[in-house]
């Protein structure tokens, strides 16, 4: 079984920047796709940033230049920088850890940004 939890949600100024972290037990992010997700009331869950085993990274286009995610190996972890936050970034952002098969999700975290 694989648990996936995310940390570093909260309020923060537009301008400002915040991290997220995402720890998987039970699965490598070293040799599986890590990702980040986010939800804004009454839109769809669209695509932050994703991380491949590999290394390979790819964002959304509304964080590209803003967004960073990175991933220590050793801690099993992923992590996504956002830096220019905007009242537009609000939203729960999910952790995704998907396998060849199957993917797991975190029960998310709440980022707000204030204007």
């Known amino acids: 079984q694989v648990h996936v939890v995310e940390s570093g949600g909260g309020l923060v100024q537009a301008g400002g920047s915040l991290e997220l972290s995402c720890t998987a037990s039970?699965?490598?992010?070293?040799?599986?796709?890590g990702a980040w997700y986010r939800q804004a009331p009454g839109k769809q869950r669209e695509l932050v940033a994703k991380i491949s085993g590999g290394g390979t990274t790819d964002y959304g286009d509304s964080v590209k230049g803003r967004f960073t995610i990175s991933r220590d190996n050793a801690k099993n972890t992923i992590y996504l920088r956002m830096n220019s936050l905007k009242p537009e970034d609000t939203a729960v952002y999910y952790c995704?850890?998907?396998?060849?098969?199957?993917?797991?999700w975190g029960q998310g975290t709440q980022v707000t940004v204030s204007s």
């Open positions: 039970g699965m490598a992010f070293s040799s599986n796709v």
């Open positions: 995704k850890a998907a396998g060849p098969i199957f993917s797991w």
